[in-house]
Antibody
Framework: QVQLQESGPGLVKPSQTLSLTCTVS??????????WSWIRQPAGKGLEWIGR???????NYNPSLKSRVTISVDTSKNQFSLKLSSVTAADTAVYYC?????????????WGQGTLVTVSS | DIQMTQSPSSLSASVGDRVTITCQAS??????LNWYQQKPGKAPKLLIY???NLETGVPSRFSGSGSGTDFTFTISSLQPEDIATYYC?????????FGQGTKVEIK
């Protein structure tokens, strides 16, 4: 059973960079043709896809966030990471990592529990 | 970019009622449409993939239909444990987009 767990600071100051890591267990991050995504949800609002990465390092990002987002992968640690630069209060949200089936299977079948990141001075 | 319009934003129904949620895409997305259930404080859970395929372990009272731009999600007989927010999600080869969500409550 694949499990995902987000980790990282719960509080980030405005203008700084938000950094989160998702650790995958119960299987290799490199097995299959899966992508690995980040998704966020501000309190009381809907879900927003941030971007995804394949284990080759290939990435796709939400155009609305593309200029500030970097997603990377470390297959040796079975982890992938999110960096979001120049954060503001609008970036306060629960951040989820999820497994993305890929090109012809674009659904999220495994999710982390989510981690709340607050942007505040 | 493809936009997803989900309606209604909320609904109230009685136990045993048939509940229907719609999702409209701004352009043809074939059957590349998925549905999720999210309960408060929890991560979303995949219910339906590719418009009409029931994820393993999901009760058969949940179903989905549609193709192109218009999609429907149905709960055939609403149960108390179905109280949640439901989201549609489209995908293409580059991006994923969610609908705004529908909050389902018991009347």
């Amino acid at each position: 059973q694949v499990q995902l767990q987000e980790s990282g600071p719960g509080l980030v100051k405005p203008s700084q960079t938000l950094s989160l890591t998702c650790t995958v267990s119960g299987g290799s991050i490199s097995s299959g043709s899966y992508y690995w995504s980040w998704i966020r949800q501000p309190a009381g609002k809907g879900l927003e896809w941030i971007g995804r990465i394949y284990t080759s390092g290939s990435t796709n990002y939400n155009p609305s966030l593309k200029s500030r987002v970097t997603i990377s992968v470390d297959t040796s640690k079975n982890q992938f990471s999110l960096k979001l630069s120049s954060v503001t209060a609008a970036d306060t949200a629960v951040y989820y990592c999820a497994r993305d089936g890929g090109y012809s299977s674009g659904w999220f079948d495994y999710w982390g529990q989510g981690t709340l990141v607050t942007v505040s001075s | 970019d493809i936009q997803m319009t989900q309606s209604p934003s909320s609904l109230s129904a009685s136990v045993g009622d048939r509940v229907t949620i719609t999702c409209q895409a701004s352009q043809d997305i074939s059957n590349y449409l998925n549905w999720y259930q999210q309960k408060p404080g929890k991560a979303p859970k995949l219910l339906i993939y590719d418009a009409s395929n029931l994820e393993t372990g999901v009760p058969s009272r949940f179903s989905g239909s549609g193709s192109g731009t218009d999609f429907t999600f149905t709960i055939s007989s609403l149960q108390p444990e179905d109280i949640a927010t439901y989201y549609c999600q489209q995908y293409d080869n580059l991006r994923r987009t969610f609908g705004q969500g529908t909050k389902v409550e018991i009347k």
